[in-house]
């Protein structure tokens, strides 16, 4: 796995972007970045297991390198599945694309991949019973959130599953201060250096745009999920389950 060094440099005020640079050192950005990212994963493979139906489709929304689409593929247990792995960023998808050809786990199930390079805004989803958007939604326009829920819902069967993972920021200021102290100190501890940290958070502003647990469960609440509950928290990220 290659080091994420990306921030060791000055890229003065040039804004985040997923270009090859970063899809070159992606995992190990992810492992050393997200607190509880292993756990997402492991857990999408869980959920697959127990929630996709045959015949139906899922969607991995923002697959970057196409970890949730291996877990994906690793965890359905039903014929005759489909999954759409989509992404905006053509260094993203070329990479996913080899990473899942390389996947030799599988004993039997070969799930059928689609790879969608594009915004996540313009796909149609049909018959779906798992969607996952794995830290993707913190990435799109806060405007056009709930739109894009809405239709994910609406392509969804029913007993479908939505998985919703978001850095998130809290409604009381001392928490908020708390939880970024503690996730810098976990990036610390991961070898990231107090200047990459400032730089990669100042790249991030106004790019990655995070909300609370309760305005997401609001509007998933509003997109017509019947019920959603956080399963996993770690710092100022959280994953959420939603179900149709
Ligand atoms: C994982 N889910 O490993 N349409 C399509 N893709 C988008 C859009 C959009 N509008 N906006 C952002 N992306 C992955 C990790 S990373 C999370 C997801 C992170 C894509 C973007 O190109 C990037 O690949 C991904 O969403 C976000 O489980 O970097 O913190």
């Given at each position: 796995?290659?080091?994420?060094?990306?921030?060791?440099?000055?890229?003065?005020?040039?804004?985040?972007?997923?270009?090859?640079?970063?899809?070159?050192?992606?995992?190990?950005?992810?492992?050393?970045?997200?607190?509880?990212?292993?756990?997402?994963?492991?857990?999408?493979?869980?959920?697959?297991?127990r929630?996709?139906r045959?015949?139906?489709?899922?969607?991995?929304?923002?697959?970057?390198l196409?970890?949730?689409?291996?877990?994906?593929?690793?965890?359905?247990?039903?014929?005759?599945?489909?999954?759409?792995?989509?992404?905006?960023?053509?260094?993203?998808?070329?990479?996913?694309?080899?990473?899942?050809?390389?996947?030799?786990?599988?004993?039997?199930?070969?799930?059928?991949?689609d790879?969608?390079?594009?915004?996540?805004?313009?796909?149609?989803?049909?018959?779906?019973?798992?969607?996952?958007?794995?830290?993707?939604?913190?990435?799109?326009?806060?405007?056009?959130?709930?739109?894009?829920?809405?239709?994910i819902?609406?392509?969804?069967?029913?007993?479908?599953?939505?998985?919703?993972?978001?850095?998130?920021?809290?409604?009381?200021?001392?928490?908020?201060?708390?939880?970024?102290?503690?996730?810098?100190?976990?990036?610390?501890?991961h070898?990231?250096?107090?200047?990459?940290?400032?730089?990669?958070?100042?790249?991030?502003?106004?790019?990655?745009?995070?909300?609370?647990?309760?305005?997401?469960?609001?509007?998933?609440?509003?997109?017509?999920?019947?019920?959603?509950?956080?399963?996993?928290?770690?710092?100022?990220?959280?994953?959420?389950?939603?179900?149709?």
């Amino acid at each position: 796995m290659s080091e994420d060094t990306i921030y060791k440099a000055d890229r003065g005020s040039e804004p985040f972007r997923f270009d090859d640079k970063v899809a070159q050192v992606f995992p190990d950005m992810l492992r050393r970045s997200i607190p509880g990212y292993a756990a997402s994963i492991e857990a999408i493979g869980s959920l697959a297991a127990r929630y996709v139906r045959a015949g139906t489709n899922c969607y991995d929304l923002g697959c970057s390198l196409g970890a949730a689409t291996l877990a994906m593929r690793q965890g359905i247990s039903e014929p005759g599945c489909r999954i759409v792995a989509v992404d905006l960023a053509p260094a993203m998808i070329e990479r996913c694309k080899q990473v899942v050809a390389k996947d030799t786990f599988l004993p039997g199930l070969m799930t059928d991949v689609d790879f969608v390079l594009g915004d996540i805004r313009d796909v149609e989803f049909v018959n779906a019973s798992m969607v996952v958007l794995n830290y993707t939604l913190q990435f799109v326009d806060l405007a056009d959130r709930g739109a894009l829920l809405r239709r994910i819902r609406e392509g969804m069967n029913e007993g479908g599953i939505l998985v919703l993972s978001e850095k998130v920021v809290d409604e009381n200021a001392h928490m908020e201060q708390l939880l970024v102290d503690l996730h810098h100190e976990h990036k610390r501890r991961h070898d990231y250096s107090e200047l990459e940290i400032s730089r990669k958070r100042a790249a991030l502003e106004n790019v990655l745009i995070p909300e609370t647990v309760a305005a997401h469960r609001a509007r998933l609440q509003a997109a017509g999920f019947s019920h959603s509950a956080v399963w996993l928290r770690y710092f100022n990220f959280v994953s959420i389950i939603a179900m149709r």
